[in-house]
């Protein structure tokens, strides 16, 4: 069918004469023709959201998060954060190597409802590079030598939390695991809220306490129950409840599935637990 500019001008003083709406004739009403099994540019996709509950149990965020796993073994993950309670929200898209180890990160902050910043990381061998722009403290490039190949880079999503934990090596017998390696983060704050920039710690330390099934909301998962120690680090909370996190996720690609948090959160007890929501993968 030949189409020139008349008879496009014909089509659209048609249409609208009949207010706007097209016959069902008009529409190619077969269904669309899938994809290709195995054409696909990812192997495989996982979407999930996790509720933040305070402790009073009120919901007091949420995290969308999804992976994707492509053929070449890169590993990319994106999740968009909302804490009600303290006003932040964060955007953020990680890409790893098939063994989890950051490429590159883009972090965007929003506190009190305003922009804050955003930063792109771009990890090497030999170093970590931070281009960002913030309100407070304009444009920068920062750059940091690695004293060796970083093997996490945290960004703060709940998500990204079990992503910490793929350096800890089953293979040992101790439960509890100092790992010294070199870890990347976005923001030295607890709850991420700001740069963002690059910081760096050469230390990790994890315990395992044990496989176990977890039910949520999403549903019923053999998980894997870590937990970070007790730390006496930074200003303690108010009610006086030391600082510690517990986190389930799955294996082998440490997927979230339920955690919680002591002395951290700005409420009365320091309280608070994340759950697995909604769930699906193909």
């Known amino acids: ?14 249409m609208a004469a009949s207010g706007g709406r097209a016959s069902a004739a008009e529409h190619d009403t077969k269904p669309f023709k899938a994809i290709a099994k195995g054409t696909h540019p990812s192997a495989r996709n996982v979407r999930g959201k996790i509720v933040y509950v305070g402790d009073e149990k009120n919901e007091r965020g949420r995290e969308w998060f999804s992976y994707s796993y492509r053929k070449d073994g890169q590993i990319t993950l994106r999740a968009y954060c909302e804490m009600d309670d303290i006003q932040v929200e964060r955007d953020v898209t990680l ?60 960004a703060h999503p709940l998500a990204n939390d079990c992503l910490q ?54 549903g019923t998962f053999d998980a894997h129950h870590y937990r970070f120690p007790v730390s006496g680090g930074g200003t303690p909370h108010p009610s006086g409840n030391p600082r510690s996190e517990d986190i389930w996720c799955t294996h082998p690609n440490y997927v979230f599935v339920r955690a919680e948090v002591r002395g951290y959160l700005r409420n009365k007890t320091g309280y608070g637990s994340y759950e697995l929501t909604e769930f699906s993968e193909g």
């Open 1 to 14: 069918m030949r189409l020139d500019r008349r008879s496009l001008f014909v089509a659209a003083t048609a």
């Open 95 to 154: 890409t790893m190597d098939s063994k989890f180890r950051p490429l590159d990160c883009f972090v965007r902050l929003s506190v009190g409802g305003k922009f804050l910043g955003t930063g792109l990381i771009r990890v090497s061998e030999t170093e970590a590079v931070c281009d960002v722009f913030n309100t407070t403290f304009g444009q920068v490039t920062q750059t940091v030598k690695l004293p060796s190949p970083a093997l996490r880079l945290g």
């Open 165 to 218: 934990l793929t350096s800890y090596d089953h293979s040992r017998p101790e439960k509890i695991q100092t790992n010294n390696s070199v870890g990347l983060s976005s923001s030295p704050l607890l709850d991420g809220a700001s740069g963002p920039m690059i910081g760096m710690s050469t230390t990790s330390t994890v315990e395992y306490v044990g496989p176990e099934k977890i039910t949520t909301p999403a």
